[in-house]
């Protein structure tokens, strides 16, 4: 490993837009959690995986983005994104973005090696069996579909899970079904992905937990909000908050005071 | 029957009124429990299926790459058994082939098995204009024609019925039906459809089928059904008519019984579909049975030009359903709302080729690309992948929406200028934080209509993550 401190890796923290944006504890989560599996965390000066440029067809600005990208993370061991979306972008989709150029299809290629999402970074890469965080209640876990999909994430939030003191994990039918958010299609085609969410909804709600968790804000964004919006009591947050035990701020969508 | 133009320029009109469909929702239930369920049982019983998903995509990838031989091959297999094969370059010239047929031989009545590539050349309609009366035999396509509709599936033509809705139509088309006969169960609609299409049967002079398979090494083409109707279609009437399209070839009859291990899996969870039919030319002296004539219309109709381009994954599909049965999106509105003949995610790769991007464009659009379709697809067409290619051909020849790019535009200024981008989103996030401080979220924000008619949305802690962040390091 080339830029490591010791025997410490070096792991740029790749927030994502929304983290940044929105929800900027779930950052501070993260880099918690990647500091007690023994490693630095650095944030190098970013944006966004350019997913939403990518996934409306513009390959130009997807692919500027990228470059950007290539440039911010050079010289860290690992890039672990609190994301399985934006993980699995910098993984599989960013040296397509490449492809016919052999260098930078080399160093896209570079960078998607090191890329991981939070979670399974921690368990696959860095062997972490369990945490040091409580959480009183039952929570439902939703699996996002690219994390299960394009990076198998699916086991290792809910083996994590079971080490917070305090907390049972309470599945809801059709975890792994899409919530309806996919991006710029949340808002696009609205209604139907309003249609997708009820369901969701609905499949949360019957779990009867009160807290629902994901990995992915997107869609713990969209479901809190249809949650909300229906007037459920259900509290949504990132298994990031709880894993690192710093689940003890307002909730997604929630007023500060109300936690 | 008329001719069905598409509607799928009117998608998201089309998604509309489906979503408020009180009884199609009710049956889209179906589609949800039933489909998924039986075909995880089904792969979960086979230790090889992911193999033999494997090798099915090989199968098809290899005849992909050696179409314009195999086509060749088939063709003088079905000749050398008596057959004939016409190659149809567009829907117009299948149509009028079928047609050209039917004149000759004098046919007043075709029997139908189910063939979508039937659908997809409009070629009912077209019968009825040159006065030659189409049956279909198939339940479902039967149910279809009853109703004037299109398929809304492309193996449960009716998927988007209720029983109670079809015994309607029953009762009206078969007008000599006792009222206190009992069609509760879909058996006893089966019963009342076999007696009606009995007749129908042995009236016919023609008898048209689809294709799931056609082997090269042999001249055969071989369907897959579960009523047996496709068997009394091609073997009653004087004259049997296959009609595929060209990417329906496998090299040898090995490889279509690979095949068909992952087809009826895949679409319905079944080992195997209860009735696999091969038929190779006419009837010859010693057979029991059998047409006096046998012709095969190949339709190409835009499939060679995608040989050579970026769908060409696209010629892998065996037609299973798997993608639509797994698709939220086609869970939500239903097969119609796509407004064409294929629909889900492979009609939504499939249906910009053969109808114009121009008109199917908002299909590769309406996808979470969640990848649930690519997780079940038995021969692992990328399906998302190839609507991203849809998306940057419309991107590229300027068909996506104004208000799309231009905020594609603006934000990918921002987005590709990391220093710029921080002190706008700093302001911007603050801004927004102050504005929904009191309730944490948003019911209404006029740039996000789409999200908050119906959903909230969470207003931002403030701050940006990066600003803290080094704010905080510079503390330590």
Not at chain 1, 146 to 175: C, F, I, N, Y
Not at chain 2, 303 to 309: T, Y
């Amino acid at each position: 490993m080339v830029s490591s401190q010791g025997s410490r890796p070096r792991v740029g923290l790749f927030a994502t837009c929304l983290v940044d944006l929105i929800r900027p504890s779930v950052g501070f989560a993260a880099a918690k959690l990647i500091e007690d599996a023994g490693c630095e965390v650095v944030v190098p000066e970013q944006t966004c995986c350019g997913q939403p440029a990518f996934n409306s067809g513009d390959r130009a600005t997807a692919r500027a983005i990228a470059l950007e990208i290539l440039d911010a993370f050079q010289g860290v061991d690992y890039v672990v994104a609190p994301s399985g979306s934006c993980a699995g972008m910098l993984k599989r989709h960013v040296p397509e973005l490449f492809a016919g150029e052999p260098d930078l299809e080399r160093r896209a290629q570079g960078l998607a090696d090191k890329v991981h999402e939070l979670v399974s970074f921690l368990t696959d890469v860095r062997g972490v069996t369990k945490v040091a965080a409580r959480f009183d209640g039952a929570v439902t876990y939703h699996d996002s579909c690219s994390g299960l999909r394009e990076l198998g994430v699916r086991d290792q939030p809910r083996k994590l899970l079971e080490t917070v003191d305090g907390l049972t994990l309470t599945e809801m039918k059709d975890s792994d079904v899409c919530c309806g958010f996919g991006g710029t299609f949340a808002v696009k085609y609205g209604e139907i992905s309003d249609a997708i969410v009820a369901k969701k909804a609905a499949n949360v709600a019957d779990a009867g937990a009160a807290t629902l968790l994901a990995g992915d804000l997107g869609c713990l964004m969209n479901m809190a909000g249809k949650l909300q919006r229906q007037g459920k009591t259900v509290r949504v947050r990132h298994v990031a908050e709880v894993l690192a035990g710093m689940a003890d701020g307002p909730a997604i969508g929630e007023p500060e005071g109300r936690s | 029957m008329t001719a069905h133009a598409p509607t799928s320029p009117a998608f998201k009109a089309n998604a509309h009124r489906a979503l408020n469909d009180p009884a199609l929702q009710r049956a889209l239930g179906n589609v949800e429990t039933g489909f998924i369920l039986k075909r995880r049982k089904a792969a979960d019983k086979l230790p090889e299926f992911e193999a033999l998903r494997d090798s099915a995509r090989d199968i098809k990838n290899h005849t992909l790459a050696h179409l314009d031989l195999y086509l060749e091959a088939y063709e003088r297999k079905v000749t050398e058994s008596g057959g004939q094969v016409h190659f149809a370059p567009t829907a117009a010239d299948a149509r009028e082939i079928v047609a050209a047929i039917c004149r000759r031989v004098g046919a007043r009545t075709v029997v139908k098995g189910k063939t979508m590539v039937s659908e997809e050349i409009d070629l009912n309609a077209h019968l009825e204009a040159i006065g030659v009366t189409p049956v279909e035999t198939d339940l479902g396509e039967y149910i279809i024609q009853l109703r004037n509709e299109r398929p809304s599936h492309i193996v449960a033509p009716v998927i988007h019925l209720n029983r109670d809705q079809i015994e309607t139509n029953f009762r009206a088309a078969h007008a000599d039906l006792p009222q206190d006969r009992d069609l509760s169960a879909p058996e006893a609609l089966l019963a009342e459809a076999r007696a009606m299409l009995r007749a129908r049967f042995l009236a016919a002079d023609v008898g048209i089928t689809g294709a799931n398979f056609l082997v090269a090494e042999t001249g055969t083409s071989i369907i897959v059904t579960n009523e047996g109707n496709g068997d009394l279609s091609q073997t009653l009437p004087r004259v049997h008519i296959v009609l595929a399209s060209i990417e329906k070839l496998v090299p040898t009859l090995d490889d279509a019984a690979q095949m068909l291990r992952v087809l009826a899996r895949s679409a319905t969870g079944q080992e195997m579909s209860v009735y696999t039919t091969f038929s190779t030319g006419p009837r010859r002296p010693e057979d029991p049975d059998g047409p006096e004539e046998y012709h095969v219309v190949l339709l190409d109709n835009g499939r060679s030009a995608m040989l050579g381009g970026e769908f060409r994954d696209m010629l892998r599909c065996i037609r299973c359903a798997a993608c639509m049965n797994h698709c939220p999106v086609y869970h939500a509105v239903g097969g119609h709302a796509y407004g064409w003949v294929y629909p889900g995610p492979m009609g939504s790769v499939l249906s910009p080729s053969l109808i114009g991007v121009d008109k199917a464009g908002h299909l590769p659009n309406a996808s979470t690309f969640c990848g649930r379709c690519e997780s079940v697809c038995p021969v692992r067409i990328p399906l998302p992948k190839l609507m991203r290619h849809w998306r940057e051909r419309e991107f590229e020849r300027h068909l996506s929406p104004a208000p799309v790019r231009y905020g594609l535009g603006v934000w990918g200024f921002f987005a590709t200028r990391p220093r710029l981008y921080r002190l706008a989103t700093r302001t911007g996030m603050a801004a927004l934080a102050l504005l929904g401080r009191n309730k944490g979220r948003f019911r209404s924000l006029p740039f996000a209509k789409g999200w908050t008619a119906t959903r909230d949305l969470a207003a931002p802690e403030g701050g940006t993550f990066q600003a803290r962040w080094r704010a905080e390091r510079a503390k330590r």
